[in-house]
């Protein structure tokens, strides 16, 4: 296990921005990193789950792009990052004006890494360190989801809490750049962004990317 998580995170990353979402500041890790090169051996040695947190997915820029340019969605609400990373999304609602927002993920690192992408933006989030997915979603005006359908197991846990969610008034948003497992239907399209990647993360220099209201189900 990382000892200091912070201090990890500050020599293995550098204070830049997303592509879609340049107002705002992350910790984030590049292609002159050593974090960048770490296999999947080198991750287990040091108690690591792969660096999600130190990347920007595609789906979770679309989703702060999106609260950015329409901050309506969030303002004066109770907002809820599920499968946070970083804290994109979560940081972009502070910015739009939410009442407050929570950032949840499961890596102690990514928790690390939402406090210190939260106060380099000057924004104070809640981080909720817990698997969510088997508890129902109560406390919640809206809940932002980003990039979380590349695994069939994990998306169909994800997307039925998501739409059971839904179900009880709840809004939710999925950022989504066209992930294998993710659903064809029961949604609402609410945007469309075309979002720079890295060779190194993706298989081309642009994700299409679309936001979408979970319908209830």
Request: a negative charge.
């Amino acid at each position: 296990m990382i000892d200091n998580p912070e201090d990890f995170i500050i020599r293995n990353t550098r204070l830049g921005a997303a592509p879609l979402v340049p107002e705002l500041a992350l910790y984030l890790a590049d292609a002159v990193m050593p974090l960048w090169e770490m296999t999947e051996a080198d991750l287990e040695r040091q108690g690591m789950p792969p660096p999600y947190w130190a990347f920007a997915w595609p789906g979770g820029q679309a989703v702060a792009r999106l609260i950015l340019d329409r901050p309506e969605l969030v303002k004066a609400r109770r907002v809820l990052d599920l499968g946070a990373g970083g804290g994109i999304a979560a940081i972009a609602a502070m910015r739009a004006g939410a009442l407050r927002a929570t950032a949840n993920d499961i890596d102690a690192l990514a928790l690390a890494a939402i406090a210190l992408n939260a106060a380099a933006n000057g924004v104070t989030i809640d981080a909720l360190g817990r698997d969510l997915l088997d508890d129902p979603a109560r406390d919640w005006d809206i809940i932002l989801a980003g990039d979380l359908c590349y695994e069939k197991p994990m998306a169909g846990r994800v997307m039925g809490w998501l739409r059971t969610a839904a179900s009880t008034g709840t809004t939710v948003l999925l950022g989504d750049p066209g992930r294998a497992y993710a659903p064809a239907d029961g949604l609402y399209k609410l945007g469309d962004f075309a979002v720079p990647v890295s060779r190194d993360l993706e298989d081309r220099d642009i994700r299409h990317t679309a936001v979408w209201q979970v319908l209830p189900g």
